[in-house]
């Protein structure tokens, strides 16, 4: 199915929204150089248990094949002689014993494999999941811009749970069955080379079959996933936006293309559980026509009397033995095919390298005093949609810059490159004269705090969520920066004070409130360089006079950065700079862009007209 079609199953019949862009089949063949490296999580674990799981293989794998051999004899050395006349039930007995004590151990020997081989698979899993989630998180604002959170999380939780049977029982299952299918092949041919031969020689014809079927298989079930992050993908934007949703009482539309995905998703697994199920059959067939020449060419080998009755049951059951590992193989590669595309997904993420990395000779930044310098930068987040155009800005220690415009004017992307969440194109970005490509993250952003319009609040207690801003802190520390930015007020209000549980994103919380907690949480960090991006934009006016004497004791001493369309809020920095489709068109004082007459004039003079 061609990614075109795959994506016109999922447009709205009418308002449509939006197309998921972001999974697409990823067109590979099977790859060994990949297949080895999901391997390569197992390497930890080897010298720890794999010892004890091959002793255990092999025991239960020796066992197994050796009971047939001990039946045969059984027959021709006890049961046979028995019908002549002859009674051998002492040696009957032997046998029957001996048969009991494999059946014991390779009981033993299973148990105690299948035992390790799930802890082995359950710590793989577990260290496959945190390598994903901690490379995703140094992973940068581009990569998050092009993917919906729905599709990042299908990759984490449902893309690895699909490999948890591969390394729980996949591996070791599939080791056991082709030592067993070795094992008997020689065996066969150590009993009748003929006969042998005869029987083994539909196997060709089996895997002729089967080869053409891996390919589709492998497709189908890429396709699987591809349905599964999509809706995945759907959910969560479904669930973040229900006030929306239910706003416009769109839920009819909303659950019509939810069904609409759901139903294509159903579709897909269908097909792809009917390509994976024609493996049986070909197995079935090809062992019922392996059994047939079995009987017939080893009916005549028993009346020529070249083989006996006790080789010919041998045979038959370690016929009957050889075609079930070869369906557990066949079964196990369908499940290497969905393994594997889940792996190309997985390794596509842990392939994916930052746009904003570290050079290898990075050096950690001293603390700073907050002189900041924008020399020339020029920046795009598309090619050749320039959102920076040449933009030149000294700022010394201890101012603070307010940025103002129109919405797309630059404003965001300024603190943006200033955090180094994106880089620029041209130019570079100076913080007490040192470029910051050349210092570590981590020294850098230590070093800057940022106070968003829609603050984040983390599931947990009010305590916790300030705390994030420096996890050492105290809860003296915690209380002291509440009490600084006029939050203590209402946390003392709450059920539990600073130990009342958040739900998600604070709900229980009101926007003042949020902002509130984040201020709280930026002083706790005391940072050198702050950040305002549009604080207090969606908050009453009695909650803005507390932020805004919260403010000044947050951007006492430090340099600050703030973006506030409200602009009676930043009439009092140091500098404003006006921009305007990335670049600066004014700037100055209040009351010198207030004597110039120009664009902030116009702003200010419109934002009143509306009060």
Known sequence: MSAQSQEAEVKRTKNQRFVYQDDIVIEKSFNWTQFRRLFAFMRPYAKQMLPVIIIMMVLGTITRLAVPLIISLAIDRAITPSLTGDKQYSLLYIYTAVVLVLYIIQWAANTYRIKFTNIIGQRVIYDLRSALFRHIQKLSFRFYDTRPAGSVLVRITNDVNSLQDLFTNGVVNSLIDCVQLAGIIVILLFLNVKLAIAVMITVPLMFIVSTKLRKKIRHAWQDVRVKQSRINSHLNE??????????????????????????????????????????????????????????????????????????????????????????????????????????????????????????????????????????????????????????????????????????????????????????????????????????????????????????????????????????????????????????????????????????????????????????????????????????????????????????????????????????????????????????????????QLMQQRGTYFGLIEAQYRFL
């Open 238 to 591: 479904a669930i973040q936006g229900i006030r929306v949703t239910q706003a416009y009482t769109q839920e009819k539309e909303n659950i019509n293309f939810f069904n609409e995905m759901n139903n294509v998703n159903r579709k897909s697994w269908d097909h792809a559980t009917a390509m994976n199920q024609s493996f049986g059959p070909v197995i079935e067939i090809t062992g019922a026509l392996g059994t047939f020449i079995l009987f017939w060419y080893g009916a005549h080998l028993l009346q020529a009397e070249a083989i006996t009755v006790g080789l010919l049951v041998a045979f038959a059951n370690y016929v009957g033995n050889f075609w079930d590992p070869i369906n557990r193989l066949g079964q196990m590669y369908s499940q290497l095919l969905v393994a594997m595309a889940s792996s190309e997904r997985i390794f596509e993420y842990l392939d994916e390298e930052p746009n904003v990395a570290e050079h290898n000779n990075a050096k950690v930044l001293d603390k700073i005093k907050g002189d900041v310098n924008f020399d020339h930068i020029v920046f795009e987040y598309e090619k050749g949609r320039h959102a920076l155009k040449g933009i030149s800005l000294d700022v010394k220690a201890g101012q603070s810059i307010a940025l103002v415009g129109h919405t797309g004017s630059g404003k965001s992307t300024i603190i943006n490159l200033l955090s180094r969440f994106y880089d620029p194109v041209e130019g570079r970005i100076l913080v007490d004269g040192v470029d910051i490509r050349n210092v570590t993250i981590e020294s850098l952003r230590s070093q800057i705090g940022i106070v968003m319009q829609d603050t984040f609040i983390f599931s947990g207690t009010i305590r916790d969520n300030i705390r994030f801003g420096r996890l050492d802190a105290t809860d003296e520390e915690v209380e002291a920066a509440a009490k600084a930015v006029n939050a203590h007020e209402f946390i003392a209000t709450m059920p539990k004070g600073y130990d009342t549980e958040v739900e998600e994103r604070g709900n229980v919380l009101s926007m003042g409130q949020r902002q509130l907690l984040s201020f709280a949480r930026a002083l706790l960090a005391d940072p050198r360089i702050l950040i305002l991006d549009e604080a207090t934009a969606s908050i009453d006016t009695e909650t803005e006079v507390k932020i805004q004497e919260a403010l000044k004791t947050l951007l006492q001493g430090r340099t600050s950065f703030m973006i506030a369309h409200r602009l009676s809020t930043i009439r009092h920095a140091d500098h404003i700079v006006v921009l305007d489709h990335g670049r600066i068109q004014e700037q100055g004082t209040h009351e």
